[in-house]
Nanobody, 122 residues
Framework: QVQLVESGGGLVQAGASLRLSCAASRPTVNNFIMGWFRQAPGKEREFVGFISSGGGYTNYAGSVKGRFSISRENAKNTVYLQMNSLKPEDTADYYC???????????????WGQGTQVTVSS
């Protein structure tokens, strides 16, 4: 069992940057694909991006590509989501998740964090 804990959410103005962190309880998470998802009020969960276990490959949703970036520090069992040029439409609860294979489908992820809220004001 792997526990994931997100942090770093908050209220920011449009155009600002924010970095979310996802800390894992066990180093075995370093063997997993790590993904980020988000869910806005009244909307379905949306894929944001993922990073390979070694950190050498990333994949992003079109809505965040060029603005968001994912990185990981396996020595710290931590994954990051750097969000730049934030827009009001980025407002959502953000979740990190771990999967055994690369996927944009949340159903393929085995472990999930509790989420952290990001609010972007205009």
């Amino acid at each position: 069992q792997v526990q994931l804990v997100e942090s770093g959410g908050g209220l920011v103005q449009a155009g600002a940057s924010l970095r979310l962190s996802c800390a894992a309880s066990r180093p075995t998470v370093n063997n997993f694909i790590m993904g980020w998802f988000r869910q806005a009020p009244g909307k379905e969960r949306e894929f944001v991006g993922f990073i390979s276990s070694g950190g050498g490959y990333t994949n992003y949703a079109g809505s965040v590509k060029g603005r968001f970036s994912i990185s990981r520090e396996n020595a710290k069992n931590t994954v990051y989501l750097q969000m730049n040029s934030l827009k009001p439409e980025d407002t959502a609860d953000y979740y990190c998740a771990a999967a055994k294979r690369a996927s944009q489908d949340g159903k393929d992820y085995d472990y999930w964090g509790q989420g952290t809220q990001v609010t972007v004001s205009s």
